[in-house]
Structure formats: structure tokens, C-alpha cells
């Protein structure tokens, strides 16, 4: 699933792409991934819109409409969005075609399907989309040790299942959860209520470093997106532990292990996380 460092790759290259742009004409192949409203309420109220800009909340992706409308995007396990010239190539799984005046397109691509979008309107609460639900961003000012440990510290919970929660830290999964504990020093299994005021500063000033070296490391040009089709991205030669289970450590040697946590696989180090 496309965490916090890939959604917003794909909002530095497509962004820039689509601002300022109209949108002529929508076509919905497949209306089950408009989660709200339907499918062809949300075909009429997009088209001749004019696109401010795009913007991310957590895995969230937002294109924002001169209007004031605007609308949510999950990628969830395999979507991707494509801009494209009108004789591209169409991806298989292409379930939704946004058509612009300059005749490029802008395509959502989804495989599985579990991906979704929404509309919303200038005036409209948000209450569908799950955004309105979401905790802090990562690279919020006011991010920090003691807002972790007043949502965190009285849970026995494992720290790894507790940065998955999205209600209290937006945008981290499975991949840098892994990176982020191990940059720490902290072992995912440990209970977030034993952890020591020290060792929530560590976690507090990591988890924006490495999400930001990830998106550093994932940075593509239109060109090499567009290349990869939406899923090529850099970071896997910078992992230091997700999927390396069994190899060794690059800081202290020792084999990495593999366990399961909440249901998700974990990868560490048993001699810098202790």
C-alpha cells in the first residue's frame, strides 16, 4: 500500500501537471470506486471544474478546484494515478478517465479496486471520507514527544501497532514503521506504555527525518512516473530492514529477524532494537 512517501511523490508530479487545467469530460467505467455520492453526480458536478492544485492529508490525495469543490483520493493496495497523453497506452484496470482541455487525461488505475474517491463541495462537512478522522501529521509544527505520549503512553499495545494507528499519526504503514524503529533503536514488540520519556524524543524526531529521506529518495520527474506508470518507485536500495528478514544488520552485523505484530509482519534488528 502506498504510504505517506509515495502519496506524496505522486502529489509533487501530477500536481504541477493539472493545475490550472479544466476538465472537459469524465468517464466512470467502474462506479464502485466513487465512494460518494454516485457515480454520475460525481461525473457531472467534476466536469468544466477548474483545478487549483492537488494536496495530501496522511494517504490521503486531494485535488483542490478553483470552486472551492474538491476531491479525496485513497489509493488503498494498488491504485495509482496516471496523466497521460490521449494516445497512452490504456492500462488495464483503468476505472475512471479524467479528460482536460489541453487533451492530456488523468486516469486512476486500480487492480484490485480497493482504492476510492470522493467529491465533496465548497460547503459540504466532510463526514464520508475518513480524513476528518485522522491525527497529526508527521510534519505538523506542533508535532512532538509529548503529543506521542499523551496519545500513546498508557497503551500496552506494541509502539509498531500503535504507528499504524492513523487516528493518532497520519500516513505511516507497515514499510516505515519498520524504518522509523529501527532508525530509534526501538523494538516493535515493546509496549508503548514501557517506553521512556527519552526514548518517545527519539521516536518524535525520526518520524518526520525518515519519512522526508523517503520522499527525498522516492523523487521521480514526470517523465520516469509516468515511465514506471505510477508504481515505480526508489525507495527499496534505502531500506534498512522491511523486507530484508534474514540478512544482516548494515549497523551492527546481526541477522534480522521476522515476527508478526497486530497482524502485520515486522522486521528488526535484535541487536539495535533491543
Given at each position: 500500500?502506498?504510504?505517506?512517501?509515495?502519496?506524496?511523490?505522486?502529489?509533487?508530479v501530477i500536481g504541477p501537471q493539472i493545475r490550472g487545467l479544466s476538465i472537459q469530460n469524465v468517464v466512470v467505467s467502474r462506479p464502485e470506486v466513487i465512494a460518494y455520492?454516485?457515480?454520475?453526480?460525481?461525473?457531472?458536478?467534476?466536469?468544466n471544474q477548474v483545478v487549483k492544485g492537488a494536496g495530501r492529508r496522511g494517504k490521503f490525495l486531494t485535488i483542490l478546484l478553483e470552486s472551492g469543490d474538491w476531491v479525496?483520493?485513497?489509493?488503498?493496495?494498488?491504485?495509482?494515478?496516471?496523466?497521460?497523453?490521449?494516445?497512452?497506452?490504456?492500462?488495464?484496470?483503468?476505472?475512471?478517465?479524467?479528460?482536460?482541455?489541453?487533451?492530456?487525461?488523468?486516469?486512476?488505475?486500480?487492480?484490485?479496486?480497493?482504492?476510492?474517491?470522493?467529491?465533496?463541495?465548497?460547503?459540504?462537512?466532510?463526514?464520508?471520507?475518513?480524513?476528518?478522522?485522522?491525527?497529526?501529521?508527521?510534519?505538523?509544527?506542533?508535532?512532538?514527544?509529548?503529543?506521542?505520549?499523551?496519545?500513546?503512553?498508557k497503551r500496552k499495545k506494541p509502539i509498531k501497532e500503535c504507528l499504524l494507528d492513523q487516528r493518532v499519526i497520519a500516513g505511516i504503514g507497515n514499510i516505515y514503521s519498520?524504518?522509523?524503529?529501527?532508525?530509534?533503536?526501538?523494538?516493535?514488540?515493546?509496549?508503548?506504555?514501557?517506553?521512556?520519556?527519552?526514548?518517545?524524543?527519539?521516536?518524535?524526531?525520526?518520524?518526520?527525518?525518515?519519512?522526508?529521506?523517503?520522499?527525498?529518495?522516492?523523487?521521480?520527474?514526470?517523465?520516469?512516473?509516468?515511465?514506471?506508470?505510477?508504481?515505480?518507485?526508489?525507495?527499496?536500495?534505502?531500506?534498512?530492514?522491511?523486507?530484508?528478514?534474514?540478512?544482516?544488520?548494515?549497523?551492527?552485523?546481526?541477522?534480522?529477524?521476522?515476527?508478526?505484530?497486530?497482524?502485520?509482519?515486522?522486521?528488526?534488528?535484535?541487536?539495535?532494537?533491543?
Amino acid at each position: 500500500m502506498p504510504e505517506l512517501p509515495e502519496v506524496e511523490t505522486v502529489r509533487r508530479v501530477i500536481g504541477p501537471q493539472i493545475r490550472g487545467l479544466s476538465i472537459q469530460n469524465v468517464v466512470v467505467s467502474r462506479p464502485e470506486v466513487i465512494a460518494y455520492p454516485d457515480a454520475d453526480t460525481f461525473a457531472k458536478d467534476l466536469q468544466n471544474q477548474v483545478v487549483k492544485g492537488a494536496g495530501r492529508r496522511g494517504k490521503f490525495l486531494t485535488i483542490l478546484l478553483e470552486s472551492g469543490d474538491w476531491v479525496a483520493i485513497h489509493l488503498r493496495m494498488t491504485g495509482c494515478l496516471l496523466f497521460t497523453p490521449p494516445e497512452y497506452e490504456m492500462e488495464k484496470h483503468t476505472h475512471i478517465i479524467l479528460q482536460m482541455n489541453n487533451g492530456w487525461e488523468l486516469r486512476f488505475v486500480d487492480t484490485r479496486r480497493f482504492g476510492r474517491l470522493w467529491y465533496l463541495r465548497a460547503d459540504e462537512a466532510d463526514m464520508v471520507t475518513g480524513i476528518q478522522n485522522l491525527g497529526k501529521e508527521p510534519f505538523d509544527a506542533d508535532f512532538s514527544a509529548g503529543y506521542l505520549a499523551d496519545r500513546l503512553e498508557k497503551r500496552k499495545k506494541p509502539i509498531k501497532e500503535c504507528l499504524l494507528d492513523q487516528r493518532v499519526i497520519a500516513g505511516i504503514g507497515n514499510i516505515y514503521s519498520d524504518e522509523i524503529l529501527f532508525m530509534s533503536g526501538i523494538a516493535p514488540s515493546k509496549s508503548a506504555n514501557s517506553l521512556t520519556e527519552e526514548e518517545w524524543e527519539v521516536l518524535a524526531d525520526e518520524i518526520p527525518k525518515q519519512l522526508e529521506y523517503f520522499i527525498e529518495k522516492n523523487s521521480l520527474t514526470a517523465e520516469e512516473y509516468l515511465a514506471g506508470k505510477g508504481k515505480d518507485y526508489r525507495n527499496t536500495p534505502y531500506l534498512r530492514v522491511y523486507g530484508r528478514a534474514g540478512k544482516p544488520c548494515q549497523k551492527c552485523g546481526e541477522v534480522l529477524r521476522k515476527s508478526v505484530i497486530g497482524g502485520r509482519s515486522s522486521v528488526y534488528c535484535p541487536g539495535c532494537q533491543r
